[in-house]
């Protein structure tokens, strides 16, 4: 580019490329170096248009050829910045709605705990970390016992907002590198890394007992909330699935032995 100004290319008409440079350095550099590049361009070509014909021969313009020449490259790589400025803005603003959507789509919008599609995901994860490190890792699945009745009694918002309060109860119980879930209606899943049964049977009890003294308050009505629970710990070659199931069976067993207990007995 220099060179063609230097020399003045065919009839003169060089120069003109210059207007594909602000688009080009923009695009390709981003918005700060591409305008950084473009302030020494436009120095280093007021400086080789400037220099007196009489120290080094050169191709000579106009004054008013020079000035011109300037103001449109200002105009098009203002317009250039502009351009890419916005595009920017944009792809930014299309970033956080795409970062904002995966998280929603991993959250249960009722509790904003995890769902279990992304319960599924982390524990997928947390296998194959159990895999190479052969540290325990242990579920509790959980269901509110006669929850229907508490929705035909207070009505649909009430169990709504049983099923929020325990979410709340539940995250305040858990450690950081717990996960809860909701896993359907009344269900909720903890997965509990580097956790054994007897640890997990644990934690459970603390939330029961918990749960033995915590009235949901809801329109003036006093709501108890009783759980069962079923537990397992992850074993060498079981499927997720097959920790699940395990895990159902044992919280099917806490609902036929009367509701409100955690099974298996430790
Ligand atoms: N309010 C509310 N209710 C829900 C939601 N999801 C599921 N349910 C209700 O949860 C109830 C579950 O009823 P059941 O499966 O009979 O279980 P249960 O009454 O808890 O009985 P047991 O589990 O046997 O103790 C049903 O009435 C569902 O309509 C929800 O998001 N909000």
Redesign the pocket.
Known sequence: MFYLMYTGGVENTGPLWVFIVAPVSVFVHGLKRGLIELMLFVIISIAIMSIPAEIIPHTVYSTEFKLRLLYSFLTVTFLSALYEYSRDQSYQHTLKLSEKYQRLAHLDP?TQLSNRRAALTILKREQARVVRSKEPLSIILC???????I?DKYG?NA??AV?IELAEIFTHSMREQDCIARWG??EFLFILPQTQAESANILAEKIQAKLQHHIVHYEGHDINIRM?MGIEQFKDNQSIDEMINCADKQLYQA?SAG?NQIFPKF
């Open positions: 009722l269901d509110i016992d006669h929850f229907k009745k929705n649909h169990g709504d099923l209606g009344e069962s609902k509701r």
